[in-house]
């Protein structure tokens, strides 16, 4: 079946600096993924939509400049939280959909999820 | 109202079945979700329906639609410890082709 892969699971930095986050489908093309910010009480807020080659469009209150989307190939897409703050940490999920001509072209695929703790 | 509401909580003693309840918005999605996730992990698929279908039964798995009322369910058939996790219902929203998620049901089991 499908798999995304999501990089690195857990990672620990320091405030102000930046952080980059990879989601890759491993065996299909994704031309659309999907990045999610999970807070403790289990919502699940849809940041933005990635489509492969054009810019991210992003949901309302998400600042752009703070949360940097690239898509550059069908099967990466990137996650680069900018200037870091306590308040950015979160979990943070990225998912994948196949182009419409693909099998599975309705269903979401996650990856295992990204730890974020900013100190 | 939110787009998609569930229950926050469920218990169940192990062996009974579990119905997790879902209800939507959009009356032309074409496609209805069930995903699971374990503590510390990402979501895992469990199943999905379309919208044209009433029922979809996968093992212990029984999912029913009631489009009409927009009212999708999961049932668990002898619940075990493993199950114990948080359900996410989920619809995609025809209008802007995006798929909206539930807060989510944590079903906790009772020995």
């Known amino acids: 079946g499908a798999v995304v892969s999501q990089h690195p699971s857990w990672v620990i930095c320091k405030s102000g600096t930046s952080v980059k986050i990879e989601c890759r489908s491993l065996?299909?093309?994704?031309?659309?993924m999907f990045w999610y910010r999970q807070f403790p009480k289990q919502s699940l807020m849809l940041m933005a939509t990635s489509n492969e080659g054009s810019k991210a469009t992003y949901e309302q209150g998400v600042e752009k400049d703070k949360f940097l989307i690239n898509h550059a190939s069908l099967t990466l897409s990137t996650l680069t939280v900018t200037s870091a703050h306590p308040e950015d940490s979160s979990f943070y999920i990225c998912?994948?959909?196949?182009?419409?001509?693909?099998?599975?072209?309705?269903?979401?695929?996650f990856g295992a999820g990204s730890r974020l703790t900013v100190l | 109202g939110e787009d998609v509401e569930q229950s926050l909580f469920l218990s169940v003693r192990e062996g009974d079945s579990s119905v997790i309840n879902c209800t939507y918005t959009?009356?032309?999605?074409?496609?209805l979700y069930w995903y699971k996730q374990e503590p510390g992990a990402g979501l895992q698929l469990l199943t999905y329906i379309f919208s044209n279908m009433d029922m979809k039964q996968d093992q212990r798995l029984t999912v029913l639609l009631n489009k009409k009322d927009k009212h999708l369910s999961l049932r668990i058939a002898d619940t075990q410890t493993g199950d114990s996790a948080i359900y996410f219902c989920a619809e995609s929203r025809e209008r802007d082709d995006k798929i909206i998620f539930g807060k989510g049901t944590r079903l906790h089991i009772l020995p």
């Open positions: 998912s994948a959909r196949p182009g419409t001509a693909q099998p599975g072209a309705n269903v979401l695929t």
């Open positions: 959009d009356s032309s999605s074409t496609y």
């Open positions: 065996d299909f093309q994704a031309t659309t």
